[in-house]
């Protein structure tokens, strides 16, 4: 497969170029933009520019407003609100991510619902800037209907991500980001890209069987990780991002969506805990890097997020190969 090699500034220009031709003001795209570089950077190639023909499909039909406004409504002390109005869920995260920070830092603890939105990314690259402001991370979304309950045939659950991060203050923050599948979507999208086979018990195809033809899980279901665990963990997802926000599951999505390849409309849900507000504001910091070093005492293991560290520090210079297929396809647009 061939590949062009290009700096992370010229990723971030096609990006923003090729959403403001299609109807993006500068702000919108601007954010969205953003978000596809900093998966370039970090090597989750998934979540980066493979994702820009969606954005743009949306655009084209009309699903998304390019050019919305977001609007930031405080429910509660502790409790921030943003509509986005039908935008690309990195520009209402922008409006809203400095009102949470301020409310986590007045309140100990603060929660942010995003309604009315279309997420298309990868949670870490909204939780990390929470984390490198000193707080305690969380976020999950849900997505149309890709994954199997446990015990079910057919697929209920989007793949529901959830992120976690922890500040360092003598560190980059640690954040994991995972979905509840036994893989991402995105992933399996880049395995059929690519050629690639799949590993045994990912997904099935569209009667039911297993498969490892990454094109097939396509047309039919994942599988939640660690069987009824992981399920019960999408259940959960779907209840914070849809039920209690009052934004839709992920059935729901899916049946007013129009079938554009593009996100759908749906929620999200954040929330932010500053640790010097938890009763050691003192010692948190240094007993979980006690905590951290143990665990990095046994060979192997690592902290989540070292890889796109890595790589955000390599692809600074290096620049980010990218695959001219997908290449040959935004030039297309």
């Not at 949670?123 to 969380?138: C, R, S, T, Y």
């Not at 529901?160 to 999208?189: H, L, T, Y």
């Not at 086979?197 to 094109?215: C, H, I, K, Q």
């Not at 932010?272 to 990095?296: Q, S, Y």
């Amino acid at each position: 497969m061939s590949e062009t090699n290009m700096s992370i500034e010229a990723i971030h220009s096609l990006a923003k170029e090729t959403l403001i031709s299609h109807g993006c003001d500068a702000e919108n795209a601007g954010a969205v933009a953003d978000t596809i570089t900093r998966a370039e950077a970090d090597g989750c190639h998934s979540h980066g520019l493979m994702r820009l023909p969606g954005y743009v499909a949306t655009l084209k039909s009309g699903k998304v407003n390019g050019t919305a406004r977001p609007t930031v409504k405080k429910l509660a002390p502790a409790v921030v609100q943003v509509n986005g109005h039908n935008c690309f869920a990195p520009y209402a995260l922008a409006q809203g991510r400095a009102h949470l920070i301020e409310a986590a830092k007045t309140c100990g603890i603060a929660a942010m619902p995003l309604i009315g939105i279309h997420h298309f990314s990868a949670l870490w690259a909204e939780v990390e800037p929470i984390a490198d402001a000193g707080l305690l991370g969380f976020a999950c979304t849900s997505y149309k209907p890709a994954v199997i309950p446990a015990g079910g045939t057919k697929a209920l659950y989007g793949t529901n991500p959830i992120c976690f991060g922890w500040p360092r203050k003598n560190g980059p923050s640690m954040v994991f980001d995972q979905a509840s599948s036994v893989m991402a979507r995105g992933e399996v999208m880049l395995a059929a890209r690519e050629g690639h086979t799949l590993p045994e018990g990912v997904g099935v195809d569209a009667e039911g069987n297993a498969s490892t033809d990454p094109n097939e899980v396509l047309k039919g279901a994942l599988l939640a990780f660690g069987g009824y665990k992981g399920s019960s963990i999408a259940m959960m997802v779907e209840l914070l991002a849809g039920g209690l926000i009052g934004e839709s599951f992920s059935f729901e999505a899916a049946e007013r969506d129009n079938g554009d390849g593009g996100p759908p409309q749906g929620g999200e849900f954040m929330m932010a805990i500053d640790p010097n507000l938890l009763g050691d504001a003192d010692g948190w910091a240094e007993h979980a890097e006690r905590f951290f070093n143990k665990m990095l005492e046994q060979d192997g293991t690592r902290l989540p997020g070292q890889r796109r560290h890595h790589n955000r520090s390599e692809t600074k210079t290096k620049g980010v190969a990218v695959s001219d297929i997908i290449l040959d396809k935004i030039r297309a647009l």
